[in-house]
Each structure stands twice: as C-alpha cells, then as structure tokens.
C-alpha cells in the first residue's frame, strides 16, 4: 500500500497574550477539495506535530463556513483572508499559516478584533431607532444609491482591510477602513443620515480620515471587492462639506 499524501502546515501558535510566538509544523492528511478549516479540525481531532510529539490543539475562530462572518480571519502564506475559502489544492505548500498581526493575539491563530468593533462604535455605524413597534415602511433610496449602498453593507468586519492597510498598527490609532466605509453607509441612508454630522465629526479627529495615507492596500485585499478607497474619496468631500457648513452656520447648505 502507497504512503498517504500529507499536507505540510507550518503555524505560527502563542500560547497566551503575553507569551512568545513560535512554530510548530504538522503533517495533515490529504484529502481532496479540503480547506484550510478542515486542516484545523483534523489537528484539533489529533493534535501531533510533524516531529510526532503530542501538542495542544491549534486554536483559531470560526462561524459561518461560507466567507461571511470574518470570524475565521488569519494570514495564509502571507496574504491576510478568510481560512473557510482557502482551498489547500489552490495554496503553495508547505502552507504557512499566522494570526493577523494588527490586532492583539488571543491564543494561536485567535485574534482580538475589538479595535475594529469599537471604531464602528465611535462612528455609530447603525441606524437608530427610537422603539421595536412597528412604524410601517421607511423612506425609499434611489435604486442607483442603493446599489452602491448595498455593496458596502457586504462588509464582514474580518479585519483584513485593517491588517492590509500601514497606518492601522500598534503605535496608531486610525480606524481604519472598514469602519469609515461604514461611516459612507450610514449617512446614505435617509434615516441613517438624522446622525450624519456626529459621524463625520468622530472621523475629523484624530484617528480619522486624515490618517490615511492612500496606499489603496485595503482595496485590493478586501474579500468582498468594497470600493473602500472611493468611500474614502467620498468621505473626504463630505467632511470637507460638513467643514463650510459648521463654519457658514447650518442654513447654508453647500452640498
Ligand atoms: S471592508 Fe472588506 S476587508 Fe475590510 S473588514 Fe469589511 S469585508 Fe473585511
Ligand atoms: S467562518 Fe465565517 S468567514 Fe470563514
């Protein structure tokens, strides 16, 4: 009997916050069509490294399966994206896997996103609504800001625009592009828009939009193809905007 195909994964793992990183290789058997999820399962249900020691499970996140939570975020061989839609024939081997390194690492591929969902909290990324009765149908959006409205809700919050874009680190506090795409979102929708100034006014500060250095890295990496970097150009004419309004009083409308 021929000797079983294996797949080759070298994982960067860090037993707790404050510990130091290594690597620790495994040898995973093939099996055909499998993603990198299904690697993970099978170092979980035999947690052995490559030497044939006895480890610890590998521990990363996971939810959807189907490349719409973002929970399961992680750089694979270099480029951050999802491990559920990573297919291990598509991959170079051996296959390199590591935690995002712009937010801080809980255990192994286990990241701490929190950065990300505490922007999309200064910047109110939602619609208020003042009781859960119902108030019948909402205002109508025209079909064409619709549809560009539509494209930006796709976003996940995985984090990989963040882990993409230079300016998001740890010595930074710019939120990043998910969140100000959010931001365009929000203020494009009729009810959405009532807050409109207190988002453009928590993205004027520090941390805002002027922190964004346009490397267009976010765009090119973000797995649900959002125009972030043209909510960007967008959001910066409206703060612009929101500028001559504030300063000519709010009766002169400029936009
Ligand atoms: S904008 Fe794209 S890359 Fe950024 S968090 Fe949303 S889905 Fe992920
Ligand atoms: S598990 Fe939800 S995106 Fe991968």
Redesign the pocket.
């Known amino acids: 009997m021929g000797e079983q195909k294996t797949v080759t994964f070298i994982i960067t793992r860090q037993d707790n916050p404050q510990s130091e990183p290594y690597e620790e290789t495994f040898k995973v058997p093939y099996r055909p069509n499998m993603n990198v999820i299904s690697a993970l399962m099978e170092i979980r249900r035999n947690p052995v490294n490559a030497k044939g020691e006895k480890t610890t499970p590998v521990v990363w996140e996971?939810?959807?399966?189907?490349?719409?939570?973002?929970?399961?975020s992680m750089v694979i061989n270099g480029k951050p994206r999802?491990?559920?839609?990573a297919l291990v024939d598509k991959l170079e081997q051996p296959i390199r896997l590591a935690p995002m390194s712009t937010f801080p690492v809980v255990r192994d591929l286990q990241v701490d996103r929190s950065r990300m969902f505490d922007s999309l909290k200064k910047v109110k990324a939602w619609i208020p609504i003042d009781g859960t009765y119902d108030l019948g149908e909402g205002p109508r959006m025209p079909e064409k800001k619709r549809q560009w409205a539509y494209e930006l809700s796709k976003c996940?919050t995985?984090g990989v625009c963040l882990e993409a874009c230079p300016n998001v680190n740890s010595h930074s506090n710019f939120i990043g592009p998910a969140p100000l795409s959010q931001v365009r979102l929000f203020n494009a929708h009729p009810t959405g828009a009532m807050n409109r100034d207190e988002r453009l006014e928590a993205i004027m500060g520090d941390g805002g939009l002027a922190n964004c250095g346009n490397s267009q890295n976010c765009v090119q990496a973000c797995p649900k193809g959002i125009p972030l970097t043209t909510s960007i150009a967008a959001l910066n004419r409206e703060t612009t905007f929101h500028m001559f309004r504030s300063f000519f009083g709010s009766d002169h409308e400029v936009d």
Request: aromatic residues 0%; hydrophobic residues 30%; glycine residues 6%.
């Open positions: 996971m939810n959807c399966l189907e490349e719409v939570c973002g929970a399961c999802q491990s559920c839609s996940m995985c």
